[in-house]
């Protein structure tokens, strides 16, 4: 069974930085995703299994950074310059494919969810 830890969420005021880490039980291409309440899961950044690739909403382009530590099977999402709009339950997921998805049905485990807060 795949398990995946996430964790690095809190309250940050506005143009604060954060970063959220999800440890993973294995090696596998990651995606981050985020829910506000009220909304539905959006896609954040993706990185392939080697780390060669990412992929990241347009919303959080040059702001949110995506990385992976391949020797502790960790993920990594740096967020900086964050806005009230980026509050949301952030879940880390994987995938046994190597490369980068945007969908959330193309991921096959999924993390407990962290919650980031900024606030204005």
């Known amino acids: 069974q795949v398990q995946l830890v996430e964790s690095g969420g809190g309250l940050v005021q506005a143009g604060g930085s954060l970063r959220l880490s999800c440890a993973a039980s294995?090696?596998?291409?990651m995606g981050w995703f985020r829910q506000a309440p009220g909304k539905e899961r959006e896609f954040v950044a993706a990185?392939?299994?080697?780390?060669?690739?990412?992929s990241y909403a347009d919303s959080v382009k040059g702001r949110f950074t995506i990385s992976r530590d391949n020797a502790k099977n960790t993920v990594y999402l740096q967020m900086n310059t964050l806005k009230p709009e980026d509050t949301a339950v952030y879940y880390c997921a994987a995938r046994a494919q190597r490369w980068v998805a945007t969908i959330g049905d193309y991921y096959d485990y999924w993390g407990q969810g962290t919650q980031v807060t900024v606030s204005s």
């Open positions: 294995g090696s596998y291409a």
């Open positions: 990185i392939s299994r080697s780390g060669g690739a990412a």
